[in-house]
Nanobody, 114 residues
């Protein structure tokens, strides 16, 4: 089983930037497509960004040109560079394999407000 631990979140003002990291541990057999997801209380998780095994990426329309997903396969680490953050980006951010999902990690909260 693979476990994920997200980090890098925090409080930023609108227009600010954050870089999230997702460290994978446990038994890793291969590199999977990976995604960043976010969730606010009472709402479903939504896929924010996806990176395929071949490196191709896809993004939620609302974050295109602001967020960049990347990975370091040697370190088994996934990243999400978030620029020009907006208040609607406020959420807890998670990473996971796409798909099927492994267990969800604790997430890292992102709070964008002035």
């Amino acid at each position: 089983q693979v476990q994920f631990v997200e980090s890098g979140g925090g409080w930023v003002q609108p227009g600010g930037s954050l870089r999230l990291s997702c460290a994978a541990s446990g038994t890793i057999f291969e590199i999977h497509a990976m995604g960043w997801y976010r969730q606010t209380p009472g709402k479903q998780r939504e896929l924010v960004a996806l990176i395929e095994r071949d490196g191709r990426t896809r993004y939620l329309d609302s974050v295109k040109d602001r967020f960049t997903i990347s990975r370091d396969n040697g370190k088994y680490t996934l990243y999400l560079q978030m620029n020009n953050l907006k208040s609607e980006d406020t959420a807890v951010y998670y990473c996971n394999k796409d798909t099927p999902y492994d267990y969800w990690g604790p997430g890292t909260p992102v709070n964008v407000s002035s």
